[in-house]
């Protein structure tokens, strides 16, 4: 019996102790910022409101100077969506194809590749009219094909469409001719869009407009 | 009397106990005493921690203070170069900023009535948390549709060179987000979805369950089955949410 008693009050002080830790967790948890959280903590105003308004003034030109007042192109690489919009408004909204996140390795030479749209903010650089595809070594050995010496080989005048808008490392903006796989994310890393939407486009971008791509 | 091995002692079968599995049963209750007595003595040293009461006196000076928060955590946001979350509440809306620019934007719907939602997210709104910003800690997709029939996938899959898998998407239909430690917010879209594993299912349910006592908030919202694909995927770890409720147009 005296056993049965002191087990019971040994486990109701576990239990005790069980729940004030439960408590100093919750405590702990709502409290304390994490490291990134605490650098965005704002410092404190002075008291005086007329003074507090004009430092939230201050920081709310500094936000409205990062907005951009003119068109740009956003690509949604998740749901395969290329928009054109600016800050209220959008103008265009059409799917696309971007990278397929394939690899391939050429297993003679041992070289790499990852077929990724990267990500992050760009500018158009060039716009070109009925481009020509200069096929890359990788567009061969994916077929298993030999990488041909003579460079007019590689040279294709349908691949790309009628309009191309070039941006980062040799990425591209253009058209294609497997429209029915826009939405699909196929592509080697290039943006392929639709050729009515891309001739909309082409006409109301020009060099620099940004590009965003998430 | 018979006495067997355990590892206190020697345990007879009489009414009595032996010496040593009565030190040890005492030794323990007194350390589980000393120790939720201690912890209590901590916890209430403590304080409530980082959370910081606007300065100044009256209700003009409090909304200046939780403004000027809002938009310097922005501010920090946009200049540190990632994308981040603001989730508006007034607006009832979801945007996603790159260097400050609007670059996504999707109308929320909430599932839950607005008196409850606006008092599970208070303490972001009345500036009690400074900033008011939380990062994406976790998420789980509960259930989902394939955007794309596998018939289609396995001929375009062979045309591109990649693997079927890698070309599927999963329109959500159910999802969760979890930010930092005291932030959940539950998605659902309309989509025909079917369940994922059980399993996992099971056990984010049970982590839920066992974590709602610490869980500051937690808010249901719906969406559009192609804004909740692009959300989900998108959200990586300490991917941040910035929270607030305007109720004005932005400049």
């Known amino acids: 019996m005296a056993v049965r008693i002191r087990f019971l009050v040994t486990a109701a002080a576990v239990g005790l102790a069980a729940w004030f830790l439960l408590q100093h967790t919750a405590r702990w948890i709502h409290s ?43 690509v949604d690489t998740n749901a395969s969506l290329l928009y054109l919009r600016s800050e209220d ?91 029915r796989l826009l939405g699909v994310s196929v592509t080697h890393g290039c943006i392929r869009v639709g050729s009515d939407d891309l001739e909309r486009l082409y006409e109301k971008v020009g060099i620099g407009t940004r590009i965003y791509i998430f | 009397m018979r006495r067997s091995e355990s590892a206190l002692g020697y345990i007879s079968s009489s009414s ?8 040890g049963l005492t030794v323990t209750m007194l350390a589980c005493l000393m120790l939720a007595v201690s912890i209590s003595i901590a916890g209430c040293a403590e304080g409530t921690g980082s959370t910081v009461s606007p300065k100044g006196a009256g209700e003009g000076c409090r909304r200046v203070d939780v403004e000027f928060r809002r938009v310097w955590a922005e501010l920090e946001l946009a200049k540190g170069g990632g994308p981040y979350l603001v989730l508006d509440l007034g607006r009832r809306k979801i945007d996603l900023r790159l260097k400050g620019v609007l670059v996504w934007s999707c109308p929320v719907r909430y599932e839950d009535p607005d008196s409850e939602v606006l008092l599970e997210m208070e303490p972001y709104l009345r500036g009690e948390r400074n900033p008011p910003v939380e990062l994406l800690t976790g998420k789980h997709l509960y259930a989902y ?42 998605v659902h879209t309309d989509v025909e979805a079917r369940s994922g594993s059980w399993l996992r299912n099971a056990f984010a349910a049970m982590r839920n369950a066992v974590l709602a006592p610490i869980t500051g908030a937690e808010i249901k919202i719906g969406m559009e089955p192609e804004d909740a694909l692009t959300l989900y995927r998108m959200a990586h770890p300490h991917l941040p949410l910035l929270i607030c409720a305007t109720a004005e147009e932005r400049g």
């Open chain 1, 32 to 74: 304390s910022p994490t490291a990134e959280g605490a650098a965005l903590a704002a410092p404190s105003l002075p008291d005086d409101e007329k003074l507090a308004e004009r430092e939230l003034r201050k920081v709310k030109d500094q936000l409205d100077a990062l907005r951009y007042s003119r068109p740009y192109i956003v």
């Open chain 2, 145 to 186: 549709r394939e955007q794309f029939p596998d018939s289609v996938l396995a001929v375009v899959a062979r045309v591109a060179h990649v693997k079927p898998e890698q070309l599927q998407r999963y329109e959500p239909g159910h999802f969760e987000l979890r930010f930092g430690r005291r932030l959940v917010i539950d």
């Open chain 1, 89 to 179: 408004s959008i103008m265009l909204k059409t799917p696309c194809s971007t990278g397929s996140g394939g690899k391939l390795v050429d297993e003679a030479t041992g070289r790499r590749w990852a077929f990724n749209t990267p990500s992050g903010v760009f500018r158009v650089e060039s716009k070109l009219v009925d481009p020509w595809w200069r096929k890359p070594d990788w567009a061969f050995i994916e077929d298993s094909l030999g990488v041909p010496a003579d460079p007019s080989q590689r040279l294709d005048p349908e691949m790309l469409g009628q309009y191309a808008l070039g941006f980062g490392d040799g990425c591209y903006i253009h058209g294609t001719v497997y429209e």
């Open chain 2, 16 to 23: 009595g106990v032996s010496r040593k599995v009565d030190i």
